[in-house]
């Protein structure tokens, strides 16, 4: 049996190539990425990973190193689903969700990853092998863009090949949102899917007004229109509104997946990997996807979910996000162009592998 010998963690903040700004969370400038390295005495070693928008990284990185780091030394890193729950007993009482959601996530990767290095496998075929490639969409933080700039973002997607795009909407007035959605549909043609995100900046009757108006142009489903927990709410905007609603990645925990999946009638459930406690906590709420026969969906991080997806039967869309962190690996993400869907890589382990030259000069003190 091996042991865990250590646990280390480095925080990185890394600018943005451009300002970004979307309707609840602002403007971004920078993203974070805590990296956690697993030690075994068996000298394996696994690399996990978390997001953020700019903010909170530090501290994520500060609760890996102070209090998760202690639960695991001395632990079996192969009972991967035991380390996940005994992480998060661990500091329940003052961190269920939130920033402990995130700092799990990033240890529970790295023991993934030393489960699928042992094993010999990719990520995609330890988890179910469904297929090697995933449907993806564009999604772009840019609310901010000026409309020939939105324009020209979207036919940058187009020209890699994506089949779908997204757009943020929030502007002041809801005859500016709609009037980009039909700039965009013009552009991009009626076969080619298309997708639109509010970030929780409405009320449940504007987002049902919102969702009327987008009725002509064929929406595949309106992202987190309101609160996210307010899932009554997201019932009557799909009911009302008739409109696919989708949600998900400011959710942390699989039972606040099943309350939006039964009480909220989301259509397309967003599990984000970063956020929900890592591979396992992913993996509990696509099994929710599947008892209710729904399909699964990721927020960013496109790097690791294109495994995660590419493993399921019910898979559903992969976000390809503004963040780049896959440009700080060794493999930034690969779409095929003949269908615009992005392929999985075969390499043992979760598939992620960080350029550490590259990253070095963004490495924080925490």
């Keep these: 049996m091996a042991k865990i010998t250590d646990v280390q963690t480095a925080y990185y903040r ?14 971004h400038t920078h993203f974070e990425v805590p990296i956690v390295k697993i030690v075994t005495d068996d000298g394996r070693e696994g690399v996990g990973y978390t997001y953020t928008g700019g903010f909170g990284g530090e501290s994520i990185a500060k609760l890996i190193d102070k209090e998760l780091k202690a639960i695991l030394l001395g632990k079996d890193p192969a009972c991967v689903e035991a380390l996940w729950d005994q992480m998060n007993w661990g500091i329940h009482y003052v961190a269920r969700g939130g920033l402990a959601s995130f700092a799990i996530a990033a240890c529970d990767i790295a023991l993934w990853d030393l489960r699928a290095k042992k094993a010999q496998e990719p990520l995609y075929k330890l988890l179910g092998g469904a297929s090697n490639k995933v449907k993806c969409y564009g999604g772009a933080i840019d609310l901010n863009f000026p409309l020939e700039k939105l324009l020209a973002n979207n036919q940058k997607y187009l020209d890699m090949g994506l089949k779908a795009v997204k757009i943020k909407l929030g502007q002041k007035t809801l005859a500016e949102d709609i009037a980009r959605i039909k700039a965009v549909r013009e552009l991009i043609g009626p076969e080619v899917v298309f997708m639109v995100d509010a970030n929780m ?3 449940i009757e504007k987002a049902i007004k919102a969702a009327k108006l987008m009725a002509p142009y064929d929406i595949l489903f309106l992202e987190e229109p309101t609160i996210p927990e307010d899932y009554e709410g997201y019932a009557r905007i799909a009911k ?21 999946i039964k009480y909220g009638n989301v259509d397309f459930p967003q599990p984000d990997a970063s956020n929900c406690g890592g591979i396992t906590g992913w993996l509990k709420i ?12 990721t927020h960013g991080m496109q790097e690791l979910h294109v495994s995660l997806l590419a493993a399921m039967p019910n898979a559903g869309y992969l976000e390809m996000h503004s963040f780049p962190i896959d440009q700080y690996t060794t493999r930034p993400l690969v779409i095929d162009p003949s269908d615009g869907c ?10 992620v592998t960080f350029d550490w030259e590259k990253l070095a000069p963004h490495k924080q003190p925490f």
Aim: charged share 15%; no cysteine; glycine share 10%.
């Design 14 to 27: 890394i600018p943005l190539p451009e300002i970004m700004e979307d309707a609840k969370h602002g403007l």
């Design 201 to 203: 900046s409405w009320s």
């Design 342 to 351: 992005a392929i999985a890589p075969e390499e043992p382990g979760i598939g």
């Design 240 to 260: 009302e509104g008739q409109i696919a609603v989708a949600g998900g990645e400011n959710l942390r925990t699989p039972i606040e997946f099943a309350h939006m």
């Design 286 to 297: 696509a099994a929710l996807t599947q008892t209710s026969n729904l399909s699964v969906s």
